[in-house]
């Protein structure tokens, strides 16, 4: 059915023509709007690896699994647009090797992993490094509460002080009794 479509589709745009160029000329268009925008010059592919080989979680507040779409899409653009052959296993290899220090701990054990059973493993890093993400982001939360409470804290015993320093200054000035 969709093959069928498609050649409908097709044929449609191969065969319409307007009044002012009648040599189906919506066929040439169409074709020169999708040479010129659809991004295949060796530029546009040299700025696409480096956008996916120079890719870094660097901020623990990024969740990985967003991390990783965006690069399995820019993957598949480059295997799509400039038939190129980056693999799962590829991309899990620059996975791995551009997360943040805090995820080491999990890294070593993808590794482990790997090492047993390389199928299927782009999804399962992504589960384990996004429950790990939401460990390292509940720490940080409390971390944030226990930094709050001691500024809390600070700020009252510096006010206490002061009050305290503000009540006994006029026993200082006193003369002495005799």
């Given at each position: ?19 002012d160029?009648p ?7 169409w ?8 991004g ?102 409390k ?36």
């Open positions: 059915m969709v093959c069928q479509v498609n050649r409908v589709t097709l044929n449609l745009v191969t065969r319409a023509t307007t009044d160029l040599e189906r000329d919506a066929f040439k268009a074709n020169n709007l999708k040479r010129k925008y659809k295949k010059s060796l530029t546009e592919q040299l700025a696409l690896q480096q956008e996916f080989y120079s890719s870094k979680l660097t901020d623990l507040s990024v969740d990985p699994d967003e991390w990783i779409s965006s690069l399995d899409k820019l993957r598949k653009r480059l295997n799509k647009d400039f038939s190129e052959k980056i693999s799962d296993k590829d991309l899990l290899i620059q996975v791995l090797n551009n997360m943040l220090e805090e995820y080491d701990a999990t890294m070593e054990l993808l590794m482990v992993e790997l090492n047993a059973d390389a199928e299927n493993m782009l999804d399962e890093c992504r589960v384990i490094l996004t429950a790990s993400y939401k460990k390292l982001k509940a720490k940080k939360d971390q944030k509460e226990i930094d709050v409470e001691e500024t809390v804290l600070t700020f009252i015993t510096i006010n206490c002080k002061k009050k305290h320093r503000k009540n006994t200054s006029h026993v200082k000035n006193r003369p002495p009794r005799s």
